[in-house]
């Protein structure tokens, strides 16, 4: 593997695991408050989230790209606070990844709040247990699968973007240039050895990460089988009282 590509590489996981964790981080409070949300708005809340699923990637890439824009207020914003243009910087395919890959994260998240419920939620609150603890203590280890899962799919869904890197970040390599679009010239210089380097590499890590999410994901719901058929009810929050 040339140099070229080795940089495309890191480039790409260093997007790939900054867009997960970040929305990881954004995306548990999305999804908590939507979970508890029923009011008339809720759809149109749903739908914004979903959008980039149906959205074509060069038609998202397009309006960011005209967001971007040194002459728009967030351009302007933007320059003013760190010096830089947005576009065509790795900061900007940051941004667009959190954008383009926030439904992959949120709506797992969205489902395990849901699959979780409040009932023990509710008892550990009866009993004078602080929401941080609760939190902690209760709900996150229930969400497990659904964590692992939208873990595994914000990450590979990043890796494997194209055309909305393409617009808003160009092509420039060890600051844009993902493995993509590296994959891409290759095919446009009839270099296939390389892309099919590029190629093997993408395939295997993703598939390496569905094999961990699905390994994860068994082991967790046996976990939770177990500990449910010990006990099916709230009431175990009760007999630990104040442990939990």
């Not at 849901?114 to 609150?125: L, P, S």
């Not at 094999?211 to 719901?221: E, G, M, S, T």
Request: with cysteine; charged share 10%; proline share 5%.
């Amino acid at each position: 593997m040339i140099d070229e590509d080795l940089t495309a590489l890191t480039l790409t996981l260093q997007l790939a695991i900054t867009t997960t964790l970040i929305l990881l981080m954004i995306g548990l409070p999305v999804a908590w408050k939507l979970s508890r949300y029923h009011g008339r708005l809720k759809p149109v809340y749903e739908a914004i989230i979903a959008l980039p699923l149906v959205l074509p990637p060069t038609v998202l890439g397009f309006y960011l790209l005209m967001a971007f824009a040194p002459d728009t207020f967030f351009g302007q914003l933007w320059v003013g606070l760190t010096g830089q243009q947005l576009a065509f910087s790795f900061s900007g395919i940051l941004l667009g990844s959190l954008i383009y890959s926030l439904p992959f994260v949120v709506q797992p998240l969205y489902s395990g709040f849901c699959q979780v419920g409040q009932q023990y939620d509710q008892v550990a609150a009866s009993l004078g247990i602080s929401r941080v603890r609760r939190l902690i203590k209760i709900t996150l280890p229930l969400m497990k699968p659904a964590i692992l899962s939208a873990v595994t799919l914000g990450f590979a869904h990043t890796l494997g973007e194209f055309g909305l890197i393409l617009m808003i970040g160009g092509n420039i390599p060890g600051e844009t240039q993902v493995v993509s679009i590296a994959l891409y010239n290759h095919v446009e210089a009839i270099d296939y050895q390389h892309a099919h380097r590029l190629a093997a590499v993408l395939l295997t890590i993703s598939f390496i990460s569905l094999v961990l999410l699905y390994k994860f994901n068994r082991r967790a719901l046996t976990g939770m089988t177990t500990t449910v058929a010990a006990d099916p009810t709230p009431n175990k929050i009760k007999a630990r009282g104040t442990h939990v």
